[in-house]
């Protein structure tokens, strides 16, 4: 049957001491609302509701992009329950299992999800609800169960007497599965009285005990997974957690690593066999390394797609494809729309931007390549540019093959330097260059012979002679 899950994320988050919402704050580079949506995606949920409150506008941009999620709007936050409410009037009824997450709660895994799932449909239990044990049940609403051990109800920590606060230590994750029909039916069963005046979605266990509908409650193996983020360094700890996760699998699939703790790598990045990430590396968005390559140390690659057998060091990227037996840096920025081919060496210095670097060509040190299309067995002299801005437009250079060019050449844009060509040392390059042409753009040497050294003789005798001062 159909999955839905609804993932409740309209709450503001003060203890976060921030402008932002608190499921926009990234762990691991992505919004701590994007986590949960995609544990529910690998468990099945083919609906998935995000409940925006706070900072609304800037919850729904992160899923702008993404058909399978539809955002409903709690413009009030009256409570868990409400929230719940706001998404069946916006929507209509549930249907099928319906599963309730939190936005703020980020090492779920699907497994979990699709284990709770299974729960309620193969006991045709109305309500399944998650908990857990952690160290300090401060806080959490306590599950109270009756003689035989089945859930009686859960109460929020404010309303728990003090003997159940010392006494009742499972409890409720916060995350449950629902019979979406049930839910449908009973949801305006619940009401306000309590604590803190707020609609308890909590209240639904008991409801149903009352109705005498099937109820249970399954306990996490490991707490941590359910733990929840409300502030800065409960963000910190959650990134350490996933990012152990995240290391622990690359390193089980033959990725090796000198330092994990000292890597961190997104979600949707894969990394190939025999890959060594070196400290200091982070690896973001879709980015994709292939297999026997190095990387890092100090680099930061977003949107990369490397091929096997290259290396990249100390290189901060974007939106950049390295093909196979690359190698790249110390120091290089590769910036959006830049392709290295085969074999290519981007070095030291290096800036690329928006521009093709043909198989086997070289840009060793210290230079600026923009807008660019170069062929294959070129070699730039170190501290070379494109000049490729006038001031309002950009322009094009192209390279053929097996084009030299000297150290300190200015190719001013649009221009063309043909297949073969050689371009001297210190030129600046205005015109076209045709293939296999010579082209020097710098005036002839002077020299005058003794002249540096009469010169030095004439000052260091006006400073004995007290002639000149220092200025
Ligand atoms: C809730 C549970 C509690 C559980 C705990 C686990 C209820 C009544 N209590 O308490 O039993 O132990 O989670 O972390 O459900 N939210 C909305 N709209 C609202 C209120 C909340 O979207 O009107 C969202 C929040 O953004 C947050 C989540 O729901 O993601 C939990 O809300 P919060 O108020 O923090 O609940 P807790 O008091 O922690
Ligand atoms: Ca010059």
Redesign the pocket.
Known sequence: MPMTAIV??????TRMKSRHP??AHKLLDKPLVWWPVDAARKAGATRIVV?V??GADEVRAIFANDPDVECVV?S????????MMCVQEALGDFHGPTVVL????PLMRAETISALVEETTSNHNACTVLTMLPPDPT????IKRDEDGAVAA?I??KDCTAEEQATLTE????IYCFCGRRLSENLNKIGNNNA?G??????MVAIYREMGEPVSAICADDYTE?L?V?SRRQLAMATKVMQKRINGQLMDAGVTMLSPSQVWVGPEVTVGRDTELLPQTMLWGNTSIGEDCVVGPNTRLTNVVVGDGSSVEETVGYDTVIDEGVTVGPRAYLRPGTHLCDGAHVGTHVEIKNSTIGAGSKVPHLSYIGDTSMGSGVNIGAGSITCNYDGVFKHRTTIGNDVFIGSDTMMVAPVEIGDGALVGASSCITRNVPAGALAVERNDQVMIEGYATARMAKLKEQKANGERKQG
């Open positions: 409740l994320a309209a709450g503001e988050g608190k499921v409940v409150g706070h709690q009030e936050r009256l409570g868990t329950g409400h929230a939190y936005g703020d709660t806080g959490y609403g306590r859960i929020e920590h409890c409720n994750s916060g803190q707020e609609y308890y979605l909590t209240d359910l929840g409300n």
